[in-house]
């Protein structure tokens, strides 16, 4: 019964670890700065004029991120009106998606065409998931409802398998593109590297903490499918 419950909370720990790191990080570095000349939006939108990026800056309510179909730099209302060490960070780690996107960087590229995938294969996951016991019911056989099964299951963890590869493109965002453009412009001091780099690293890590978040989805269908 230890050994159990030891080995569920090292599963919660390691599915939920990364998640809270990365709210803690960005949550405590995001107190107001007077130093800082502008807020994150308009670091963005500088910044987007100086390198020449056909790209806009818009305020979202959906999370930072940058959209290369409407080859837009969105960012949520504290980090597009804030003038914290996080606003500022994070606003230029998702213009340096932006500056990828307009190199064709093709990791970036491959990307985005693995997320689209993701995103199918997750929809399409859920529907056979809820679709699995209707179908067994209708054809009464139990072949057809493990296929479902299976099929449901590979489809959500192929979601989870893609976020986890798309890694190395934020990081490159971070460290090649973001971290480099912050230091050179002196838009942070020397002194502010190694909290940038944290943040930075949080910023990357955004789509491993929801990848492990979706293969505790994935445990639960799981769960549920085999009372």
Request: aromatic share 8%; glycine share 8%.
């Amino acid at each position: 019964m230890i050994l159990i419950i030891l080995g569920l909370i090292l599963i919660f720990a390691i599915i939920y670890g990364p998640q809270y790191w990365v709210s803690h990080v960005l949550k405590y570095y995001s107190t107001e700065q007077e130093h800082y000349p502008g807020t994150g939006g308009e670091l963005a939108e500088h910044l987007v004029k100086v390198l020449n990026l056909e790209v806009k800056v818009e305020e979202t309510e959906h999370g930072d991120h940058y959209d290369p179909r409407d080859k837009t730099v969105r960012l949520s209302k504290e980090n597009m009106r804030g003038k914290s060490l996080t606003a500022i960070t994070v606003a230029t780690h998702e213009v340096g998606h932006a500056i990828q996107d307009q190199q064709g960087y093709a990791p970036f590229k491959m990307r985005q065409r693995l997320v689209g995938l993701a995103y199918g294969a997750e929809k399409l996951g859920a529907i056979m998931m809820v679709a699995v016991p209707f179908l067994a019911l209708l054809t009464r056989s139990p072949n057809v409802g493990l296929t479902m099964i299976a099929i449901g299951l590979g489809s959500m963890l192929v979601g989870t398998i893609v976020h986890l590869t798309t890694l190395p493109v934020e990081f490159d965002a971070s460290f090649n593109r973001a971290l480099p453009i912050l230091l050179k412009g002196q838009y942070i001091s020397e002194r502010e590297h190694k909290h940038a780099s944290r943040i930075l690293t949080a910023a990357a890590l955004t789509y491993v903490s929801a990848s492990l978040a979706s293969l505790l989805n994935l445990a639960r269908w799981f769960a549920i499918l085999r009372r």
